[in-house]
């Protein structure tokens, strides 16, 4: 079974203050997704990361994935209330097909006014 | 709108009835998948239709649970004799054959009273 733990689970702070958020596997994977998803919806994709050092932006978040593919972090700059949500990363394992996302647990963010 | 769609978003139960969910993917896209979601977990792989060949099945698909696509277009899922523990929110999602970035609808909460 491939699996990704996502840190922390739960991380509330100020508006205005950076933040990191981390998903980590021991398997080696072909494309990492990394997703926002709000209370009662279905996750919306933020972005595809799919070669090992990758690193993207999208405003303020910056993604990486790491240059074994084993990892990815996100990270957000001048966080808004409004980035409040559940940020879960999926992953399609190498070994196998690449149509069965792996989706870790998701990192709960509270963004306070 | 052109995203992915899932009829209902709601649907309440009782124990032992039927109920059936319905997705309509986005139109070019030939993959099909259905994961679900409980409370504090990220989505996990129920199965997978490449046009209208499901072609696997998750071990958390059980004998009550079915899903068609007879067209290659829509998707059903039906989940007979509904247990309280079958209560989750139930994800469907579509993705182009060359792509591995899944594409979510909105989802169905399903609960089983």
């Known amino acids: 079974t491939q699996l990704l733990e996502q840190s922390p689970q739960f991380l509330s702070i100020q508006e205005g203050e950076n933040l990191t958020v981390y998903c980590n596997s021991s398997?080696?994977?072909?494309?990492l997704q990394w997703y926002r998803q709000e209370p009662g919806e279905g996750p919306v994709l933020l972005v595809t990361?799919?070669?090992?050092?990758e690193v993207k932006k999208l405003k303020r978040l910056t993604f990486q994935f790491g240059d074994a593919r084993k990892d990815s972090s996100l990270h957000i700059t001048a966080a808004q209330t409004g980035d409040t949500g559940l940020y879960l990363c999926a992953g399609a394992w190498s070994g196998g097909s690449n149509y069965k996302l792996t989706f870790g647990k998701g990192t709960l963010l509270t963004v306070n006014p | 709108d052109t995203g992915v769609s899932q009829n209902p978003r709601h649907k309440i139960t009782k124990r032992g009835q039927n109920v059936t969910f319905r997705c309509d993917p986005i139109s070019e896209h030939n993959r099909l998948y259905w994961y679900r979601q409980t409370l504090g977990q990220g989505p996990e792989f129920l199965t997978y239709?490449?046009?209208?060949?499901?072609?696997?099945k998750s071990r958390l698909l059980s004998d009550r649970f079915s899903a068609e696509r007879p067209k290659g277009s829509f998707s059903t899922l039906e989940i007979q004799r509904t247990e309280q523990g079958d209560s989750a929110m139930y994800l469907c999602a579509s993705s182009p054959t060359s792509a591995d970035t899944q594409y979510f609808g909105p989802g169905t909460r399903l609960t089983v009273l």
């Open positions: 990361v799919v070669t090992g050092g």
């Open positions: 239709f490449q046009n209208e060949a499901q072609l696997e």
């Open positions: 398997s080696v994977f072909s494309s």
